[in-house]
């Protein structure tokens, strides 16, 4: 079976503070991989996503991650967090079965950026 | 360039009642992806539609049916709404099935 795991719920950080949000996946086929952000009662904001290739991807508003193979990771990074950045946020995956896309989404974590 | 949209964006349904959402694609975009968020939790894929045919779906049960028109929007149907079918209602389009999915602001449904 495939699944996401959000080792964290909520994750408060004081302003201009490195934030890593985890996020471990499993998966007996090769996936793609998306982190996306949800603002209050908006939808949800591509950040960026893994297909292949480097396994550091660069995304929107300063945040990176970086693929893990061996540890079945995609932990999402930013070397300084804004109090813009709180929001509720999400890691994916998508894989392909017989010829159709299946989307299997995280429990969320919830940043919290404080004064 | 018009996003995705949704309506209505709130809406109350007793038990037993019949639901439509609709869902208005990007320009350019082919394919839809339903997703329902409860409360708290992470959106749950419900099914994809490309090109006017189902193309992958979640574990719900055929009560949740949909369609997609010629013009690519969409609209997701309940039958027999239940209490826990309260939630969030996504809509997502995108210009291929494995391409970046732009979400609707939601759907919020509520059963009482």
């Known amino acids: 079976a495939q699944s996401v795991t959000q080792l964290d719920s909520q994750v408060p950080v004081f302003e201009e503070a490195p934030v890593e949000l985890r996020c471990n996946y499993s998966?007996?086929?090769?996936?793609?991989l998306f982190w996306y952000v949800q603002y209050p009662n908006q939808g949800l904001q591509l950040l960026l996503k893994?297909?292949?290739?480097?396994?550091l991807v660069k995304g929107i508003n300063g945040f990176e991650a970086e693929f893990n193979k061996s540890q079945t990771s995609f932990h999402l990074r930013k070397p300084s967090v804004h109090i813009s950045d709180t929001a509720e946020y999400f890691c994916?995956?998508?894989?392909?079965?017989?010829?159709?896309?299946?989307?299997?989404f995280g429990t969320g974590t919830r940043l919290k950026v404080l004064a | 360039e018009t996003g995705v949209t949704q309506s209505p964006t709130h809406l109350i349904k007793t038990r037993g009642q019949q639901v439509t959402l609709r869902c208005s694609s990007q320009?350019?975009?082919?394919?839809v992806s339903w997703y329902q968020q409860a409360l708290g939790q992470g959106p749950q894929f419900i099914f994809q539609?490309?090109?006017?045919?189902?193309?992958g779906r979640g574990n719900f049960p055929p009560r949740f049916s949909g369609l997609q028109f010629p013009n690519y929007s969409s609209e997701l149907n309940v039958n027999a709404l239940e209490l826990d079918d309260s939630a969030l209602y996504l809509c997502?389009?995108?210009?291929?099935?494995?391409?970046?999915?732009?979400f609707g602001p939601g759907t919020r449904l509520l059963v009482l």
């Open positions: 997502a389009s995108s210009s291929q099935p494995q391409e970046t999915q732009y």
């Open positions: 998966s007996s086929v090769s996936v793609y």
């Open positions: 893994y297909l292949s290739g480097s396994t």
């Open positions: 994916a995956v998508s894989r392909i079965t017989s010829g159709t896309y299946k989307y299997i």
């Open positions: 320009s350019g975009h082919n394919t």
């Open positions: 539609y490309y090109r006017e045919e189902e193309n």
